[in-house]
């Protein structure tokens, strides 16, 4: 059985400030200078304190692990809370670039803990395959199942996410499958948004705290056209092929027969420049066609027609 739980509010800590006494001999906190920062450290140290006491309180956990620096922090303070009753579980399928899983295992060889993979069978789903605005529903449906088996098997009762506060404000259906799998999200549920997270990670010297955001290999093909493995096989090569040129920050949109490609700004005159070795490397990985986005990289631009509606 798997719960879900809201976390309350801790008692505010008050920090010994020393108090000069104002005009007619009250002592007003307000007018005290660097205040602001003051509280600042405060609340962040008070939600902080509210994400570790959380995962303090849940015995034994399964970590659900992408390798990103979110899931990484929640891996790390679950493996400091609750030692070696904290497990990473990661879902391999071809949504998943082998990239990723790889860099998933180096992290958590690095933190020191156990590391499961599980074999998930989103892409077998004709709902997920059809891929319309719900399709990270119906992959987090299956994913969060194949985890929950397992722990049903292995006798865990909690499943963590590295879900932050940031993530709320997005197109993100995928939230909505966690909330009904009674996943927890320790970050967000403390007010934890992405800045602070890497912060967090940074200040505990975890080697990926400034590593780009990603997301699973589907989210790649336009809402509407099918995914299938082929095309995410087409899409991890070319993505591939564009980190060994020096490109970091990127991704690979499939467009049939054409790969629009999305690299930062700044990296825009270097990717003409090599145009004729970014057009070799994609007509090997399938593509007819490559393109250069003029937009650059962002995060997330296959929402952008939902925006418009």
């Given at each position: 059985?798997?719960h879900l739980f809201i976390a309350?509010?801790?008692?505010?800590?008050?920090?010994?400030?020393?108090?000069?006494?104002?005009?007619?001999?009250?002592?007003?906190?307000?007018?005290?200078?660097?205040?602001?920062?003051?509280?600042?450290?405060?609340?962040?140290?008070?939600?902080?304190?509210?994400?570790?006491?959380?995962?303090?309180?849940?015995?034994?956990?399964?970590?659900?692990?992408?390798?990103?620096?979110?899931?990484?922090?929640?891996?790390?303070?679950?493996?400091?809370?609750?030692?070696?009753?904290?497990?990473?579980?990661?879902?391999?399928?071809?949504?998943?670039?082998?990239?990723?899983?790889?860099?998933?295992?180096?992290?958590?060889?690095?933190?020191?803990?156990?590391?499961?993979?599980?074999?998930?069978?989103?892409?077998?789903?004709?709902?997920?395959?059809?891929?319309?605005?719900?399709?990270?529903?119906?992959?987090?449906?299956?994913?969060?199942?194949?985890?929950?088996?397992?722990a049903g098997q292995e006798g865990?009762?909690?499943?963590?996410?590295?879900?932050?506060?940031?993530?709320?404000?997005?197109?993100?259906?995928?939230?909505?499958?966690?909330?009904?799998?009674?996943?927890?999200?320790?970050?967000?549920?403390?007010?934890?948004?992405?800045?602070?997270?890497?912060?967090?990670?940074?200040?505990?010297?975890?080697?990926?705290?400034?590593?780009?955001?990603?997301?699973?290999?589907?989210?790649?093909?336009?809402?509407?056209?099918?995914?299938?493995?082929?095309?995410?096989?087409?899409?991890?090569?070319?993505?591939?092929?564009?980190?060994?040129?020096?490109?970091?920050?990127?991704?690979?949109?499939?467009?049939?027969?054409?790969?629009?490609?999305?690299?930062?700004?700044?990296?825009?005159?270097?990717?003409?420049?090599?145009?004729?070795?970014?057009?070799?490397?994609?007509?090997?990985?399938?593509?007819?066609?490559?393109?250069?986005?003029?937009?650059?990289?962002?995060?997330?631009?296959?929402?952008?027609?939902?925006?418009?509606?």
């Amino acid at each position: 059985m798997v719960h879900l739980f809201i976390a309350g509010e801790l008692s505010r800590r008050r920090w010994p400030v020393h108090q000069k006494p104002a005009p007619g001999g009250t002592c007003r906190l307000a007018e005290r200078p660097g205040l602001p920062l003051r509280r600042a450290i405060e609340q962040k140290l008070q939600a902080r304190h509210r994400a570790s006491s959380l995962i303090k309180g849940l015995n034994r956990a399964l970590v659900a692990f992408s390798g990103g620096v979110d899931s990484t922090l929640i891996l790390r303070l679950a493996h400091e809370e609750l030692g070696s009753n904290a497990v990473a579980v990661t879902a391999v399928s071809p949504s998943l670039a082998r990239s990723d899983l790889a860099a998933a295992q180096d992290i958590a060889r690095e933190i020191g803990v156990a590391h499961e993979l599980l074999e998930s069978t989103e892409t077998e789903d004709p709902r997920y395959r059809r891929n319309d605005p719900q399709r990270c529903y119906f992959c987090k449906t299956n994913v969060y199942q194949a985890i929950i088996d397992f722990a049903g098997q292995e006798g865990f009762t909690w499943i963590l996410d590295g879900t932050n506060a940031d993530d709320l404000g997005d197109h993100r259906p995928g939230l909505r499958a966690a909330r009904e799998h009674g996943v927890r999200s320790p970050l967000q549920e403390a007010g934890i948004g992405k800045e602070e997270t890497r912060a967090w990670a940074r200040e505990l010297g975890l080697s990926n705290w400034d590593r780009p955001a990603n997301a699973c290999l589907s989210s790649r093909v336009p809402y509407g056209s099918e995914v299938t493995p082929a095309k995410l096989a087409q899409i991890e090569q070319a993505e591939a092929a564009l980190r060994e040129l020096g490109f970091k920050e990127l991704r690979v949109r499939h467009h049939d027969q054409v790969a629009r490609i999305e690299v930062t700004r700044d990296q825009l005159p270097r990717a003409i420049e090599q145009g004729d070795l970014i057009t070799k490397a994609m007509r090997q990985a399938g593509f007819s066609y490559a393109t250069v986005d003029l937009a650059g990289f962002r995060s997330g631009s296959m929402n952008d027609v939902l925006r418009k509606r």
